[in-house]
């Protein structure tokens, strides 16, 4: 397990592992003002305490239009600032650095006239999403939102942000050429959207602030997510988190004997593109499955979402030779909605209570 706990930073930022707690929303204790909740808090702090070498802060809105859920966290206003210091003080005071996602729901959002790149309209969870091309003062606009956004994640202390860029929301929207079907620049070059912003925020904040994305690696193919990779790179990205992109308009492929999920496959061939720091994440269970996706792999860290929601102490676990607990990949993930359906979790607090009350009676 030599690699999964090899210490290593990224600029500045000291990170004692390679398991990484990505973005990962919790409806269940926002408001329709975006402001940070003490259960907020108290849910990071948890999860630093569990040795985890690095978090990424769930998806926190650049707009109040923006959101994918009424209850989303919020980064568009100063005032947001006092609540998300307290999440990156929590996290700092147990050791780890915290990273935020910023983010834009585009199309994905919750109802009206959506922002897209071009005029789209999908199915979501059954519901119809409608996307109107946005204008170039609507682009711009966001951009300098996520601009601020950055600014604001700076001020409250955080050692970095990562851009939402996958996923079915408005930046993924830009980079996915079955979406993005402008004819102006910001067609012609799908990675300007991004990239504007990147520059924008770099000019904005110290040179040791982190600036990352999660970026779809089929997006919609693998050899485009490699483009905007190499793209990203050049203007001076700090790390590339490898997910999926825009699902339904895009072609994940890896071959037919690559053991874990295609868009590890992915993160795996960005790497080899690339010379910044990779991110893979999904599917990954258990430290060995880890192990063995950084030696086969060589990517940087591993991200850990849904374990880590089970259980806490998954890095703590995993480093002293105890059960992680397993997820149980319900069909549909509520933990989101309400921490308390988490069955994985719930099974994992009753194997360790039967533990101790066998101790207890030895
Ligand atoms: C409840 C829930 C909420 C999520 N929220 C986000 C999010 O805010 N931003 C994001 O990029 N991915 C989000 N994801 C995706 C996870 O970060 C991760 O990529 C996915 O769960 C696969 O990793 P896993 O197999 O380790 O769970 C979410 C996933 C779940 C289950
Ligand atoms: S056990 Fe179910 S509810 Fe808990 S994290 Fe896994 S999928 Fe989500």
């Known amino acids: 397990m030599k690699k999964l706990f090899d210490p290593w930073q990224i600029k500045t930022v000291k990170i004692k592992n390679r398991i990484c707690f990505p973005p990962v929303v919790c409806y269940a204790w926002g408001t329709e003002d975006g402001y940070v ?45 006092k609540g998300l210091s307290e999440i990156a003080d929590a996290v700092h005071k147990e050791g780890c650095p915290i990273f935020i996602q910023i983010h834009h729901a585009g199309v994905s959002g919750l109802d009206g006239e959506l922002a897209c790149p071009s005029d789209y309209s999908f199915y979501k969870d059954g519901v119809k999403k409608a996307g109107k091309e946005m204008t170039i003062e609507e682009i711009h606009k966001v951009q300098q939102e996520f601009t601020d956004a950055a600014v604001r994640a700076w001020k409250a202390g955080y050692d970095g942000v990562e851009l ?13 050429r079955w979406v993005n079907r402008r004819q102006d620049a910001y067609g012609e070059h799908r990675e300007r959207f991004a990239v504007e912003i990147l520059r924008a925020i770099k000019e904005k904040v110290p040179e040791d602030f ?72 999904n599917g990954i269970t258990d430290p060995e499955m880890a192990q063995d996706i950084l030696e086969r792999t060589d990517v ?34 509520l933990w989101c909605e309400n921490p308390d359906t988490c069955t994985g979790r719930k099974i994992l607090e009753k194997n360790l209570q039967r533990k101790k009350e066998f101790i207890d009676n030895l």
Not at 223 to 241: M, P, Q, S, T, Y
């Open 300 to 333: 940087d860290m591993i991200d850990i979402a849904r374990g880590i929601i089970v259980n806490h102490n998954w890095a703590r676990d995993a480093m002293e030779g105890r059960d992680t607990g397993k997820c149980l990949h319900c069909r549909r993930c």
């Open 164 to 176: 939402h860029g996958c996923h079915q929301y408005l930046m993924c929207e830009f980079f996915n």
């Open 210 to 281: 982190v600036v990352g994305i999660r970026l779809g690696g089929f997006e919609p193919r693998l050899e485009d997510g490699v483009r905007h990779a190499r793209v990203l790179e050049k203007e001076g990205i700090d790390f590339i988190d490898v997910s999926y992109g825009f699902s339904g308009e895009d072609d994940p492929k890896a071959p037919a004997d690559f053991p874990y999920e295609k868009c590890i496959y992915a993160a795996a061939q960005i790497k080899r593109a690339v010379s910044v720091p990779v991110f893979a994440v």
């Open 37 to 81: 909740t003490q259960e907020n808090v108290e849910h990071y702090r948890k999860v630093a305490k569990g040795q985890t070498g690095l978090i990424i802060q769930e998806a926190t809105c650049v707009d109040r239009n923006g959101k994918l859920a009424a209850n989303q966290l919020g980064i568009w206003e100063d005032g947001q600032i």
